[in-house]
Structures are given as C-alpha cells and as structure tokens.
C-alpha cells in the first residue's frame, strides 16, 4: 500500500515497475491535474490526464 505500479510495463514489458507516483498524486490527477509520469524502467514520459483508483490515464494510449 502507497506505491503505484504497473504490474507490466506498457512500453519495455518490465514486470512490477514502481512508478514515481503517490497516491496523493493519483488523487491530484483525478482532481485535474496533469503530471509528467518518467517510467524508471525505460524513461518513457507520459503526460498523465486522468485516473481512476485502478488506472492511469495517458495523452496517448498505454499497450504492451
Ligand atoms: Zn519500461
């Protein structure tokens, strides 16, 4: 509890990736705020749009 991961990497496929993410920033996201997410796996950037308390939501489509 407090960590964001993605069980998979959308973008290299590395497995239990940690995000630099809290949840206090998940709830920002869901209040409207847009923040960069950096994949510590393959510095992939997003820009984070929404969430929902099992997603994150991207400016472009998230697929392994
Ligand atoms: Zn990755």
Redesign the pocket.
């Known amino acids: 509890m407090g960590d964001v991961y993605f069980l998979s990497?959308?973008?290299?496929?590395?497995d239990n990736?940690r995000l630099p993410f809290k949840p206090e920033d998940v709830k920002e996201v869901r209040e409207g705020v847009k923040k960069l997410l950096v994949?510590p796996?393959?510095h992939?950037s997003f820009k984070i749009v929404d969430s929902d308390s099992d997603y994150l939501l991207a400016d472009r489509p998230l697929r392994k």
């Open positions: 990497c959308p973008i290299c496929g590395s990736v994949l796996c393959c992939e």
